[in-house]
């Protein structure tokens, strides 16, 4: 694969994981609720799942999404039943406590494995990959090589889009101190959340 194709690679997929969809917003609603370290792990499992579906494509493992059809399900349901969670737990925490209650309520691997699943559970990332991966790559040719700066590239670009999200939205929440707006930035964590939760809980597998 040819430096010039790697380089229009992540420049496609830098544009549509700049779009905002479900697990943007939730990462989002997750650093204004947390602040945007507790956020971290979060962002990994979800690039983490990318990466997995990305080198499931390389593979030509794409069969697995409708082979293993209700798998998918069962974890889209356990991501969407993670973000409503975590809805709960914005809308129910008192201002002047918020930050430190949903820190403590939600561990790092508890919130990589949010991540991870809402990802995973969304097999038809594995379809944009197959879809983006041929205008650069030719699939029936990949060395390991390839494959791992694929995965290398797709997580640092992965990493560089979804980061300033998270940190502005953690920025926002310690500029709003007073229990009335942490309040306000709570409720909004929450209604997002639950969007999140919906839109990824109604998404056909």
């Given amino acids: 694969m040819e430096f010039a194709g790697f380089v229009t690679y992540a420049v496609a997929l830098a544009i549509a994981v700049a779009i905002p969809g479900p697990g943007v917003i939730a990462l989002v609603a997750r650093s204004l609720g947390a602040g945007y370290r507790p956020t971290l ?8 799942g990318d990466v997995a579906y990305l080198t499931a494509a390389v593979l030509g493992l794409a069969f697995i999404a409708s082979t293993f059809g209700l798998v998918f399900t069962i974890i889209r349901y356990l991501g969407a039943a993670y973000l409503l969670f975590l809805a709960w737990k914005f809308f129910q925490a008192k201002p002047e ?5 949903t820190q403590n309520a939600q561990g790092p691997l508890a919130s990589f494995l949010g991540g991870l699943a809402i990802s995973l559970g969304n097999p038809k990332v594995i379809v944009f990959y197959l879809a983006l991966l041929p205008t650069f790559v030719d699939l029936r040719s990949v060395t390991a090589l390839d494959l791992a700066l694929l995965i290398g590239l797709t997580f640092i670009v992965l990493m560089l889009v979804l980061l300033p ?18 309040r306000l930035l709570n409720r909004t964590a929450a209604g997002c959340l639950t969007g999140a939760a919906v839109f990824v809980a109604a998404k056909s597998a």
Avoid: D, E
């Fill in 41 to 48: 792990p979060m962002m990994f499992g979800m690039a983490l």
């Fill in 97 to 101: 406590t918020s930050q430190f209650q």
């Fill in 165 to 182: 999200y998270v940190i502005l939205a953690g920025r926002a929440r310690t500029l709003l101190r007073t229990p009335r707006a942490l």
